[in-house]
């Protein structure tokens, strides 16, 4: 990494230190690109440093020493927390990793708190493959937040009737088209970002699941995120 990892409190040091040097902008102030609000936006459009990233002969066990810097929030064990709504990243797909974090970077994806830690002053696009291919080789504990319960059958339906299409019978995703993931991660995440896709605070969203979200309740969102918090990890072989 560009600074290797220390004490979380010696590497906001550090970054502010990298900041204090910059006379042309603040380095730790998260760029605001074309998202969803723009004309002729596309979800999945080319980006140079996704490109890098996704070409790159990823080595997990050198993800394994990068992730240090993630760590503190997302955990040792990549489970992340879901009372401070951090996604569960262990066993995400690689290809999902890489395209938020280089949405964040460039600004597609509003993230201030995680953009510190992903500007190419702190990672490379190629650190950044490898950290996804170590997460992605992780267990994902069954061990999630979860919703109520109360409506799972409300749920369910909607989640067969809008969302398995893309995401898969079993929450499984699809790596090579860059859905995530879903089984397996907390109620709380998959709630705050469903409705903010809904309301399009999530710029990076894909346009065609903010017109289905378009008429969901909060409701809906809650009874949905719930279900899709149940699905159980499919075991790597």
């Known amino acids: ?7 979380p409190a ?8 990298i900041a204090g040097q910059s006379s042309s902008a603040d380095l730790n102030k998260q760029p605001r690109a074309a998202g969803i609000e723009t004309y002729g936006y596309a979800w999945n459009s ?9 070409a790159h002969p990823a080595d997990a066990e050198k993800g394994q020493a990068d992730y240090k810097i993630c760590k503190g929030c997302h955990k040792i064990d990549g489970s992340g927390l879901a009372e401070a709504d951090y996604p569960q990243l262990a ?23 995680m953009y510190p830690f992903s500007g190419d ?3 490379s696009a190629e650190e950044i493959a490898d ?9 994902t504990p069954a061990t999630n937040g979860k919703g109520n319960g109360y409506n799972l059958s409300r749920g369910k339906a909607l989640y067969y009737k809008d969302c398995a299409s893309c995401h898969g019978k079993s929450g499984e995703g699809d790596a090579k ?3 995530p993931m879903v089984a397996g991660q907390h109620y709380s995440y998959l709630k ?10 999530r710029r990076n969203a894909s346009l065609e699941m903010v017109k289905v979200l378009k008429r969901y309740s909060d409701a809906d969102i809650d009874a949905v995120s719930d279900y899709m918090s149940r699905l159980k990890v499919a075991e790597k072989h």
Do not use: C
Not at 131 to 139: H, M, T
């Open 1 to 7: 990494m560009r600074i290797k990892l220390l004490a």
């Open 10 to 17: 010696m590497l906001g040091l550090a970054l502010l230190a």
């Open 46 to 54: 080319p980006d140079q440093d996704l490109n890098r990233a996704l």
């Open 91 to 113: 066993g995400q797909h690689a290809s999902v990793i890489i395209k938020q974090m280089m949405d964040i970077r460039a600004g597609r994806r509003d993230n201030p708190r």
């Open 121 to 123: 002053w702190i990672v």
């Open 131 to 139: 950290i996804a291919a170590y997460l992605n080789k992780l267990p």
């Open 177 to 179: 088209k860059f859905y």
């Open 192 to 201: 705050r970002e469903t409705r903010e896709s809904r309301d399009q605070g």
